[in-house]
């Protein structure tokens, strides 16, 4: 199955801090074998899960040390 970000989006996939949302996600295969878009997205979420906790652990870090400083 074949899929991609948004074109509104493309730019923002690179910025450490950007989280992907379901409307983000777009779908480039046609045949579903029989599951909606919405699931394939869904699915295909919980395949990046790792990823975006990685970016949220990155972010949580930077909001902690920049607390810190004040």
């Given at each position: ?11 923002k ?15 480039i ?41 004040i």
């Amino acid at each position: 199955m074949d899929w991609c970000y948004n074109l509104d989006c493309q730019e923002k996939q690179f910025h450490r801090t950007w989280i992907p949302k379901l409307r983000d996600i777009q779908i480039i295969t046609k045949d579903l074998n029989g599951l909606k878009v919405s699931e394939v997205r869904k699915i295909i979420m919980e395949e990046i899960q790792p990823d975006i906790q990685m970016v949220r652990d990155h972010n949580n870090k930077v909001a902690k040390e920049r607390r810190q400083r004040i």
